[in-house]
């Protein structure tokens, strides 16, 4: 099965580079089962518009940004842990109006018209954006705290794979923060909505200029992207031996946490199994069928 991510380098040119070069990775939408009928434009994705010609993608004034794909299967994909030379990289649920500060860099030229970790073209003069964790079309506001310029981009790919840096954004975003010369800034990240859409309550209608509104709409949005914390239940004992011997065998998992949870009842007292860390129920249950010797019968939201 293919995949695919995107691994952020950049050209080491006097210490830094105005540029950035990505190559290939793993852990993006082609990774979903999916993706072939997602492509078709079936229900997982009814209002799906194929992209332009990836030769002819233009920015300005006008962008077409209908190639935008958002729907519950690359949410699912996109939100599944994923590793990147060695280390292990955990998407999150975020809240609106939550902030992160941290280091901004861009890419574009070598990276322009090809696939995004989300199965979308990316147009480098559109205002998009990587994130390592934000969930796939979360909007949001990048603030230079260099030179108190801002901007606003939609998150549609992964990256950048650099400690520190905590967004990668299109060449259009750079320019709008005057960072493309130097290549990195110190920045602030705002949540301002999701699925592609503004906010109202977090829509500043003054730094709306006419690209931004040809790209992006404001109107209602979720307060937040939240799936809970799942578990699995993978046995219930009366003795805590039997118990002890369970959570045993499960210790070793990767990624995950088994623990013992004791649960008082009429007749007594039961001991619990549960291997938990699942950010969703669709993580849970893809979990159980690529170890399909676990029999677990119960998720567990906590």
């Not at 010369?181 to 200029?209: C, D, H, W, Y």
Request: aromatic share 8%; with cysteine; proline share 4%.
């Amino acid at each position: 099965m293919r995949v695919y991510i995107l691994a952020l380098g950049f050209l080491v040119l006097a210490g830094c580079s105005s540029k950035s070069v990505y190559r290939g990775g793993s852990g993006g939408f082609e990774n979903y089962e999916d993706m072939a009928l997602y492509r078709k434009g079936t229900s997982l994705d009814p209002d799906m518009t194929p992209p332009s010609n990836p030769s002819e993608i233009r920015g300005g004034v006008g962008v077409d940004t209908r190639g935008m794909r958002e729907s519950q299967a690359i949410q699912r994909a996109t939100m599944r842990p994923y590793k990147i030379d060695g280390k292990w990289y955990y998407p999150q649920r975020v809240s609106l109006g939550e902030k992160f500060d941290g280091i901004a860099s861009w890419y574009g030229p070598n990276f322009h018209a090809k696939k995004t970790s989300n199965g979308e073209i990316y147009n480098m003069h559109a205002h998009t954006a990587a994130s390592k964790i934000l969930p796939m079309n979360t909007v949001v506001r990048v603030y230079n705290k260099e030179n108190g310029k801002s901007t606003i981009v939609r998150i549609n790919d992964r990256g950048p794979f650099v400690d520190g840096r905590i967004i990668d954004l299109s060449n259009a975003a750079a320019h709008d923060i005057d960072m493309v010369q130097k290549g990195t800034a110190q920045v602030q990240l705002e949540v301002i909505g999701f699925k592609g859409i503004i906010g109202t309550q977090m829509n500043r209608p003054s730094e709306m200029n006419k690209e931004l509104s040809a790209e992006f709409k404001v109107g209602n949005s979720d307060e937040s992207v939240d799936g809970g914390s799942f578990a699995l239940q993978v046995g219930a004992f009366r003795r805590k031996e039997g118990a002890e011997e369970t959570k045993a065998q499960f210790d070793q998992l990767r990624n995950y946490q088994t623990i013992i949870q004791e649960q008082e009842l009429d007749d007594g007292v039961i001991y619990r199994v549960l291997i938990q860390g699942f950010r969703s129920e669709e993580e849970a249950n893809d979990f159980l069928s690529s170890h399909p010797n676990i029999k677990a019968k119960v998720i567990i939201r906590q």
